[in-house]
Antibody, heavy 119, light 108 residues
Framework: EVQLVQSGAEVKKPGESLKISCKGS????????IGWVRQMPGEGLEWMGI????????RYSPSFQGQVTISADKSINTAYLQWRSLKASDTAMYYC????????????WGQGTMVTVSS | EIVLTQSPGTLSLSPGERATLSCRAS???????LAWYQQNPGQAPRLLIF???SRATGIPDRFSGSGSGTDFTLSISRLEPEDFAVYYC?????????FGQGTKLEIK
């Protein structure tokens, strides 16, 4: 079964660092782009960026460039989203999603990781 | 960056009726690289349509997509109770691959 399993919910304080994960299984992890999507409470979807685990090529939305780091470890079929210094405005649900291969739409989604940043 | 504007913001209809959702792009979407997603409360989004008009695997044929250039439409021919959700369009022809702000389809 093809699936993406994300790490669990996090509660952090402003200024702390964080790395959340997304593990792919049931397919060739290095052959499909994986993206990250933010959904703030009660709001819509925002495309943050994507990574190709085969060679770690990464593309960011200008809105998120420099604010987060997207990476992948192909040896363990896992993609990551990382912050160096969290802000309260980073509170959101974060989804990883896999592109379909023949099309850059996301046909497989993780269950989401809720990140709460509060003092 | 391509901005996608969805309308209406909220659509109130009854089961069995036809729904028509619109997505307008600020510039032409290359090769009709436009997708539609459905999101139910507390769940991850689900791909419905890609390439503007191709249904994703397992999507019922009451869902259809059309359009090209800057104007795209998602139609649901006969609304079922499970279709009441939030719908998003996304363009993936030009990075960043932006989403629209969503249309909430609610029961009238």
């Amino acid at each position: 079964e093809v699936q993406l399993v994300q790490s669990g919910a996090e509660v952090k304080k402003p200024g702390e660092s964080l790395k959340i994960s997304c593990k792919g299984s049931g397919y060739s992890f290095t052959s499909y782009w994986i993206g990250w999507v933010r959904q703030m409470p009660g709001e819509g979807l925002e495309w943050m960026g994507i990574i190709y685990p085969g060679d770690s090529e990464t593309r960011y939305s200008p809105s998120f460039q420099g604010q987060v780091t997207i990476s992948a470890d192909k040896s363990i079929n896992t993609a990551y989203l990382q912050w160096r210094s969290l802000k309260a405005s980073d509170t959101a649900m974060y989804y990883c999603a896999r592109e379909a291969g023949t099309t850059a739409s996301f046909n497989m989604w993780g269950q989401g990781t809720m990140v709460t940043v509060s003092s | 960056e391509i901005v996608l504007t969805q309308s209406p913001g909220t659509l109130s209809l009854s089961p069995g009726e036809r729904a028509t959702l619109s997505c307008r792009a600020s510039q032409s979407v290359r090769s009709s690289y436009l997708a539609w997603y459905q999101q139910n409360p507390g769940q991850a989004p689900r791909l419905l349509i890609f390439g503007a008009s191709s249904r994703a695997t397992g999507i019922p044929d009451r869902f259809s997509g059309s359009g090209s250039g800057t104007d795209f439409t998602l139609s649901i021919s006969r609304l079922e109770p499970e279709d009441f959700a939030v719908y998003y369009c996304q363009q993936y022809g030009s990075s960043p691959y932006t989403f629209g702000q969503g249309t909430k389809l609610e029961i009238k």
